[in-house]
């Protein structure tokens, strides 16, 4: 029986599978955490349009005034903060934002110190003509629905904690990258026994990684450097394409390795 977290250290394969067990184990909450917040990131905006859910803070203002007029309005900005001090004075702003669609208000996004929510979540709603407050939302006071639906960015991205959390997080993504990795080299050991390949599985998994990294690479520059859309655009087919390929060759490969026992069969 094995203890954890002993690595044995017999050969490539047994060392890399008990490195993949230990670490999958240590980082297995973390896994399931950002698998989960990371689904619910990904879908959220269809499934809020199919169930027509509502963001927590979302504030519909009624438009009082021509939408030029509002622009033009001067707001002076010592009075919003005095404002936000005195009305909700534990919110730390993160982004201000005056209207010009002739609904004229003042939206103050922000987040309070200690809390376990996703970024600028706390809204405060001000009249730009007295500075008074129309809509205030403390997650402080919100359901546990609410809570919970605020709850999922900031645990998938670590927006909470400070430094020392981030560098947590660094490591556990790191580890969960070294999964992928520490697998693959078990699965090329495992098929080596059956079929000798000219190249180590080592080097075989350096190659691999490498051009992964290269394509990431240039995947992150077209982002910086062209546009986003147009880095989009090349993920699209390289993910979709390769997943193409990769399917008809499994498939081509069942049929031709079906057909060759087959085959064997029949001569025998």
């Not at 990904?42 to 009082?64: R, S």
């Not at 005034?65 to 730390?92: C, H, M, Q, R």
């Not at 520059?221 to 859309?229: C, E, N």
């Amino acid at each position: 029986k094995q203890e954890y977290p002993k690595i044995r250290k017999k050969n490539t394969r047994i060392l890399m599978a008990d490195w993949h067990k230990i670490l999958g184990i240590t980082a297995l909450a973390f896994n399931f955490v950002i698998a989960c917040s990371g689904a619910w990131l990904g879908l959220q905006p269809k499934l809020m349009q199919w169930f027509d859910i509502k963001a927590p803070n979302d504030y519909e203002a009624t438009k009082v005034i021509d939408p030029k007029d509002d622009a033009d309005i001067t707001v002076d900005w010592d009075k919003v903060f005095k404002s936000v001090k005195k009305e909700f004075p534990e919110l730390i702003p993160g982004y201000i934002r005056a209207s010009a669609d002739g609904t004229a208000t003042i939206e103050v996004h922000g987040s309070i110190a200690g809390q376990v929510y996703e970024k600028n979540i706390n809204t405060l709603v001000l009249a730009k003509n007295n500075y008074a407050p129309v809509f205030k939302y403390d997650l402080r006071n919100a359901s546990f629905r609410d809570k919970f639906y605020s709850v999922q960015e900031a645990l998938h991205f670590g927006d909470f904690g400070g430094l020392g959390l981030k560098i947590i997080y660094a490591i556990l993504g790191l580890i969960s990258a070294f999964l992928s990795i520490s697998g693959f080299v078990v699965y090329l050991c495992r098929k080596d026994k059956k079929e000798k390949r000219p190249i180590s599985a080592l080097k075989t998994t350096f190659i691999y990684t490498m051009v992964i990294l290269l394509v990431l690479i240039s995947i992150a520059l077209i982002s910086m450097f062209i546009g986003y859309r147009q880095a989009a655009t090349v993920a699209a087919y390289i993910i979709n394409g390769g997943l193409i390929i990769f399917l008809l060759y499994s498939i081509w490969k069942y049929v031709f390795d079906k057909k060759a026992v087959k085959t064997n069969f029949t001569q025998e």
